[in-house]
């Protein structure tokens, strides 16, 4: 979440977190929520980059950018958890 500070990117982080369990269909508690979305807006970023050379701009923009990644996070470890 570039150019946001600690605290915005903690929120934005817990918001897109939860609209991904919701989406997902799972169950975290708030801390993997920030968790989920700050690492899920790295993820997200990283791939806008790859396919369309650059990201999403604003807040909106990245707790979209945020939920999907989460989305693609949760799906990963629901894929690992299968395999093992």
């Known amino acids: 979440m570039e150019g946001f ?11 897109a977190g939860w609209i ?15 968790i ?17 050379g650059t990201t999403a701009g604003g807040a909106i923009g990245q707790l979209v950018v945020a939920v999907i990644g989460a989305c693609i ?3 990963l470890g629901r894929l690992i958890r299968r395999k093992s």
């Open 20 to 34: 991904a369990e919701q989406l997902m269909k799972s169950e975290h508690g708030l801390i993997m929520n920030i």
């Open 5 to 15: 500070g600690w605290i915005i990117s903690i929120v934005l982080g817990a918001i």
């Open 36 to 52: 989920l979305g700050i690492l899920g807006a790295l993820v997200g970023n990283w791939l806008a980059r790859l396919v369309f």
């Open 73 to 75: 996070l949760i799906w």
